[in-house]
Each structure stands twice: as C-alpha cells, then as structure tokens.
C-alpha cells in the first residue's frame, strides 16, 4: 500500500499543481535568503491585481527574499499611475494602453504577474514567454477554446524555456485542499470516486442598470458584464470549483449537458444562472451550478461522494504522505501562498507549469457555457482536440478579440442580446 501511493516531490508538482517537470532539493531556499532580489511587474492594476503584488511583498517577507515592484502597466494609464503611487514604482515605469503590456514586458522585471479581463490572458501570456519571464496568471485564462489552447502552448513553450507559470486557482495552493487531495484522489482512501457536485450561487454582481457602452474603454470598464471579455459568470467565476472538480477527477470532463438563462441581470450579454451535468467518464458525474441572482439560496463549495465515504475538498487533510516540499512555508492565506509558490519555485531555478491545468478548467468551463447556450451536449473532443468534429466550436473565437483592442477594430457588442437554447449555435 504505502509503495503504490508514495509520492515524490515530481509527482506532487504534477498531480497537486498540475506540473510537468522535476525539480532540486530545497538547500537552495535557505542558501537564498535575504541575499536575493526578485524583480516583479503586474499588468492589471485593478483590485485583484494590486492585491496579488501586496500578496507577493507579503510573500517575500515570509520567505526572505527581497520583492521590488519594478514596472505597471494597465489599459488605464491613470491607474498604472495610482498603483505607482502605492508600490513606490516611478511614473516612467507606469505604462498605460492597449499595448502597455509590452512596454511591461521589455523592462527587468522577472516575474509577470497577470491580472486583467481573461480575454487578454492569451495574448499577454505569449508575450510574457516569448520576452523569457516567469508568471502568474489569474483566473480564468482565456473566454474561447483556441485562447486555451494558446494558454497550453504558452506552458509548453514556458517548460522548455525553464519558466515558471503559477495560476491563480487558489485552491490548489491551499495546504488543506492539497493533503485532502493527495488522501483521496492520490491514494484513494475513500476508494473510488462515484460522483460530486460543485457550486458558485451567489447573489447579484456588477452594473445595475443598463451599460450602453460606446468604445472600446466602456467595455474594459465593465468588463465583467461581458460574455467576450469575461466568458460569462461560469467561466469568471465558477471556474474555480470546476477546476476543483478537475483536479479531484484527475481529467478533464468528457462532455457537458447545461441549462441557463437570465432571470434578473440588467446589463450587458451575459446569462445569470446555468446548470451543468459535466461527464467525466468511467461513469462518474459531477453537477455543477453557479447563479449571480440576489434574494436566492446561495452555496459556495464542492462536494465529492466516494465509496467509502464523502468531502468538501478540504476536510480530509490526511493522506499517509505529506507531497508538500518541507522547506515551503505556509502563507496566511490561499492568496499569499499562491505568491510564496511562485517565489519558491522561480527559487528553485527550474520550470513549473500550471498553465495546462487552468486552461484545462476554464475550457470546461466554457464546454459547459456552451452546452447551455445552444442547449446541445458538447464534447471535449470536439471544443479542444480534433479540429474537423466540430470546427465552429473548435474555432469558436468571441469577439471582440484581444488584438480588436490593440488595432482599434472594437465592435461593440449588442447588450440584452442572448443565446437562446436550441437555436443559438454556439
Ligand atoms: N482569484 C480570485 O480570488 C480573483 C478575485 C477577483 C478577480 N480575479 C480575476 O482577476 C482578474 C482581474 O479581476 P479584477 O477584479 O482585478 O478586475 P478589475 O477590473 O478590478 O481589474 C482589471 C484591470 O485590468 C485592466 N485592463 C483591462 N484590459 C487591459 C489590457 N488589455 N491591458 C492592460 N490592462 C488591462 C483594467 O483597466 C483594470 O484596471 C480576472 O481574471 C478575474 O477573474 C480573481
């Protein structure tokens, strides 16, 4: 028994942070402290973003590196500017504009983390590979399939570089979910997965009245009222848990059967609740919901049922080996230890990949948005593996697109206006 489930520190970075590469002993973390400096940008400067750069000052502190922020950019030069001021970084280091990422991009800054609309993600995750840096991604990391598979590739091409990429699904990073997975679905205490189910219901989110957005900048403004700038609240938000359920299925689902629809939202394209059966095959199904509707029963969790017996994802923190590096420090909270993760593993001086596994969750999660806007059962195969089942789903790109923003060929898109079940194709 204990030599089928025991678990280098490899296969820990591939099952529990969806890595794919070794790397060395943990002598280096203490050889490195307070001798090192780590050079951060952040392209984003709105709330999560700042957040994150606080998270990794925080980080710093814990692991005994130094973290100077040394570059900002963001569509708002005004707001790379006002981030300056809190991160003491000089206006000339505070980029603005569609292109602002790479002006970020050609300064020293090492580590790029990440934090605008995930429509952008795509894009600027390419350059930040192409320019040789480490990141941090937020979630989700694209709003179309082709924009994950170029998060896939970006990771692919990150691995071979030596790069390190951290996403920001938080729960990966929490110490509880990661024991009570490595329990589970490592060395299946509970024996087998038969079913589950994960939740994002919530009440109302963003604009409250109707936008009429007339450029470009209205749309970034609200962006989270937008299907082509968001992927909608189920790829947004709810991406989260279905990366949960990813992660403790140890696959991506094989296909989705969704509902949804919009009950109560004032503003912009996007639907407030949807329903999805996700298949992941060999017979285990796993129900996904998540609703931005104010008034209505609300839960924010996971539920796995196994044979012998059922969690939340984070209350069987109990596996008979710990696969967590022991020189890691634990951070105060998931945010802070998504941000020590990245400064331990860019420590370590070889590549990480947690690219695949995000892109992975936010395509199933966009498997499911579509399932229920064309109210067609979809496959994995056909939105992400073989161009020629499917190719208006495998080719499926929103817009507008990143690059619309950087060329100036906006169009606006038709707010109120929605899929509709059955006749809707995509
Ligand atoms: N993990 C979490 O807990 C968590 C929480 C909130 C948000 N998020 C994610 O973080 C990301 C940002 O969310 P937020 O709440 O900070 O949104 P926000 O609107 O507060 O910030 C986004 C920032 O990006 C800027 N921006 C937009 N397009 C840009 C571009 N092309 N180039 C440069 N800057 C651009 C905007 O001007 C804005 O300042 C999203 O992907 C969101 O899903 C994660």
């Given at each position: 028994m204990m030599k089928r489930t025991k678990l280098s520190r490899r296969d820990f970075l591939q099952t529990a942070l969806g890595a794919g590469v070794a790397f060395s002993t943990p002598t280096i973390l203490s050889a490195a402290r307070g001798e090192k400096t780590f050079k951060i940008g952040l392209i984003g400067c709105g709330g999560r973003g700042r957040g994150a750069v606080v998270d990794a000052l925080e980080a710093g502190k814990i692991l005994g590196f130094n973290v100077k922020v040394v570059a900002l950019a963001d569509y708002f030069k005004e707001r790379a500017l006002r981030a300056g001021k809190q991160f003491n970084v000089p206006p000339e280091r505070c980029f603005g504009g569609p292109t602002s990422y790479r002006a970020l991009l050609e300064t020293e800054a090492e580590i790029v983390l990440m934090a605008t609309p995930p429509l952008f993600r795509p894009l600027h995750l390419e350059a930040a590979v192409q320019a040789g840096k480490h990141a941090f991604i937020e979630k989700p990391v694209a709003v179309d399939p082709p924009g994950c598979r170029r998060v896939i590739a970006a990771g692919e091409v990150a691995k071979k570089k030596g790069l390190v990429i951290i996403a920001g699904t938080e729960m990966r990073h929490d110490w509880n979910f990661?024991?009570?997975?490595?329990?589970?679905?490592?060395?299946?205490?509970?024996?087998?997965?038969?079913?589950?189910?994960?939740?994002?219901?919530?009440?109302?989110?963003?604009?409250?009245?109707?936008?009429?957005?007339?450029?470009?900048?209205?749309?970034?403004?609200?962006?989270?009222?937008?299907?082509?700038?968001?992927?909608?609240?189920?790829?947004?938000?709810?991406?989260?848990?279905?990366?949960?359920?990813?992660?403790?299925?140890?696959?991506?689902?094989?296909?989705?059967?969704?509902?949804?629809?919009?009950?109560?939202?004032?503003?912009?394209?996007?639907?407030?609740?949807?329903?999805?059966?996700?298949?992941?095959?060999?017979?285990?199904?796993?129900?996904?919901?998540?609703?931005?509707?104010?008034?209505?029963?609300?839960?924010?969790?996971?539920?796995?049922?196994?044979?012998?017996?059922?969690?939340?994802?984070?209350?069987?923190?109990?596996?008979?080996?710990?696969?967590?590096?022991?020189?890691?420090?634990?951070?105060?909270?998931?945010?802070?230890?998504?941000?020590?993760?990245?400064?331990?593993?860019?420590?370590?001086?070889?590549?990480?990949?947690?690219?695949?596994?995000?892109?992975?969750?936010?395509?199933?999660?966009?498997?499911?948005?579509?399932?229920?806007?064309?109210?067609?059962?979809?496959?994995?195969?056909?939105?992400?593996?073989?161009?020629?089942?499917?190719?208006?789903?495998?080719?499926?790109?929103?817009?507008?697109?990143?690059?619309?923003?950087?060329?100036?060929?906006?169009?606006?898109?038709?707010?109120?206006?929605?899929?509709?079940?059955?006749?809707?194709?995509?």
């Open positions: 990661i024991l009570t997975h490595q329990a589970l679905a490592v060395e299946k205490s509970f024996g087998q997965l038969y079913a589950g189910r994960v939740s994002f219901c919530i009440g109302h989110m963003f604009q409250t009245s109707s936008i009429n957005p007339q450029s470009a900048e209205d749309l970034i403004r609200t962006w989270q009222n937008w299907l082509a700038l968001s992927g909608d609240h189920l790829v947004e938000q709810h991406v989260h848990n279905i990366d949960i359920a990813n992660w403790f299925c140890g696959r991506p689902p094989v296909s989705a059967v969704g509902f949804g629809g919009r009950a109560r939202r004032p503003a912009g394209d996007m639907y407030d609740f949807f329903s999805v059966d996700f298949d992941y095959g060999e017979g285990v199904h796993i129900h996904s919901m998540c609703r931005q509707v104010s008034g209505c029963w609300n839960w924010v969790g996971h539920e796995f049922i196994y044979e012998k017996g059922k969690t939340n994802g984070s209350d069987y923190p109990k596996p008979q080996q710990s696969p967590l590096p022991p020189d890691l420090p634990r951070g105060p909270s998931s945010h802070v230890q998504e941000q020590i993760d990245v400064l331990y593993y860019v420590n370590q001086g070889e590549p990480l990949d947690q690219a695949r596994a995000v892109a992975e969750s936010t395509a199933a999660a966009i498997m499911g948005r579509i399932s229920a806007y064309t109210g067609q059962r979809v496959f994995w195969n056909e939105i992400m593996v073989d161009p020629d089942k499917k190719p208006e789903l495998y080719h499926l790109t929103l817009k507008p697109t990143a690059e619309d923003f950087e060329k100036g060929t906006v169009e606006i898109p038709q707010e109120h206006v929605l899929p509709i079940p059955g006749i809707s194709v995509r």
